[in-house]
């Protein structure tokens, strides 16, 4: 039986072409809700979601807008991050992803893991 804790990694490796990727979100707001410390990694296709404009443009009913979603996240503390190579790959840096995302390697979801974080993946 794993430890009780409060910390969650959760990766989402879908982007708006996913209702997946609102569910995600919604997942992440619910583990905040919870009293949770919620970190998104985010890889592959799902960085799109994160990119200045990428976040507005969908919504999978009957989730709210992934705009929203995302938004609400961030206020509430939640940390998103974004895998290096897969922002590479689509030529976005720091400058081309909404304010408050960080580009971080999979040694921060492995710094949480070592901590006890439990871990989803979208």
Same mark, same amino acid.
């Given at each position: 039986? &794993?430890?009780?804790? @409060?910390?969650?990694? *959760?990766? =989402? #490796?879908?982007? =708006?072409?996913? @209702?997946?990727?609102?569910?995600?979100?919604?997942?992440?707001?619910?583990? !905040?809700?919870?009293?949770?410390? /919620?970190? /998104?990694? +985010?890889?592959? #296709?799902? *960085?799109? !979601?994160?990119?200045? $404009? $990428?976040?507005?443009?969908? &919504?999978?009913?009957?989730?709210?807008?992934?705009?929203?979603? *995302?938004?609400?996240? &961030?206020?509430?503390?939640?940390?998103?991050?974004?895998?290096?190579?897969?922002?590479?790959?689509?030529?976005?840096?720091? @400058?081309? !992803? %909404?304010?408050?995302?960080? %580009?971080?390697?999979?040694?921060? %979801?492995?710094?949480?893991?070592? &901590?006890?974080?439990?871990? +989803?993946?979208?």
């Amino acid at each position: 039986m &794993q430890a009780e804790t @409060d910390k969650v990694v *959760i990766v =989402i #490796t879908r982007g =708006i072409e996913s @209702d997946l990727s609102s569910a995600a979100f919604a997942v992440a707001n619910g583990g !905040l809700t919870a009293g949770m410390k /919620v970190s /998104v990694f +985010l890889t592959s #296709t799902a *960085i799109d !979601l994160v990119r200045r $404009g $990428g976040h507005g443009v969908t &919504q999978a009913a009957p989730f709210k807008p992934l705009r929203e979603l *995302i938004e609400n996240f &961030q206020k509430r503390g939640g940390t998103i991050w974004v895998c290096p190579p897969g922002a590479e790959a689509r030529g976005y840096g720091k @400058d081309d !992803l %909404i304010d408050g995302v960080v %580009i971080a390697g999979s040694s921060a %979801i492995f710094g949480e893991i070592k &901590q006890g974080a439990a871990t +989803l993946s979208f």
